[in-house]
């Protein structure tokens, strides 16, 4: 079973909400998604600190990004996490590993984009594979609009409050489930292994626990 890792930066919770969506498309396609959260506690003096989360991130086959878009850029707690992946990089901890992003914001598409970028730029440096958005998942309407290639899955809605959980759209939820379920599929594709459908892994749970009475 695959080990896929979410690692993400929420404020105000809507970017959480995503990613909990995503980690249950993960385990609806049958790997094993782990949440991991970027928190006030590790920064200490402006430097991320969590060794015990890069040694659940080196352990993993698969990495996705999320947090909200700030400024027209990536938040600070998730670039103090960043920077100190360097020793990922040194080792070469995730080389070969699928990666992949998710963000938020309450403003135009380009934060978003420009966030999605970094992860994409970051990925690449530490030699990940990149999972890009297959068109299924953009195919959803969002408050402003039909979305567009590159902005999934980000809400773009009217107001101020910055990853607010109440912004979040429905539509992005069923797309980070979706998205989560690609991802899923790709590092199955590129292991070699033959994924179940959620029908069929219901069932087995099912007649495992019938065997059980």
């Known amino acids: 079973m695959s080990n896929i890792a979410i690692v993400y930066y929420s404020q105000g919770g809507a970017t959480a909400m995503i990613a909990h969506s995503v980690a249950q498309g993960v385990n609806d396609a049958g790997a094993h998604a782990q949440l991991l959260s970027i928190e006030p506690h590790q920064l200490v003096d402006g430097q991320w600190h969590d060794e015990a989360m890069l040694a659940r991130l080196a352990a993993a086959d698969a990495i996705i990004f999320g947090a909200p878009a700030y400024q027209g850029g990536i938040a600070a707690p998730f670039r103090a996490f960043a920077d100190a992946t360097t020793g990922m990089w040194r080792a070469r901890s995730w080389r070969n590993k699928v990666a992949g992003g998710f963000a938020f914001s309450c403003r135009s598409a380009d934060d978003k984009r420009n966030t999605l970028d970094y992860f994409a730029a970051l990925a690449a440096q530490q030699g990940m594979v990149w999972a890009d958005v ?29 990853d607010a959980a109440y912004a979040l759209d429905p539509a992005d939820v069923i797309a980070g489930k979706q998205y989560g379920r690609n991802v899923a599929g790709m590092v199955a594709r590129l292991a070699g292994e033959v994924l179940e459908s959620p029908a069929a892994l219901a069932r087995r749970a099912r007649e495992a626990a019938e065997r059980r009475l």
Do not use: L, Q, W
Request: zero cysteines; charged letters at 25%.
């Open 134 to 162: 297959e068109t299924s998942d953009i195919e959803v309407s969002v408050s402003a609009g039909k979305r567009h290639p590159g902005e999934f899955p980000a809400a773009a809605v009217s107001g101020m409050e910055v």
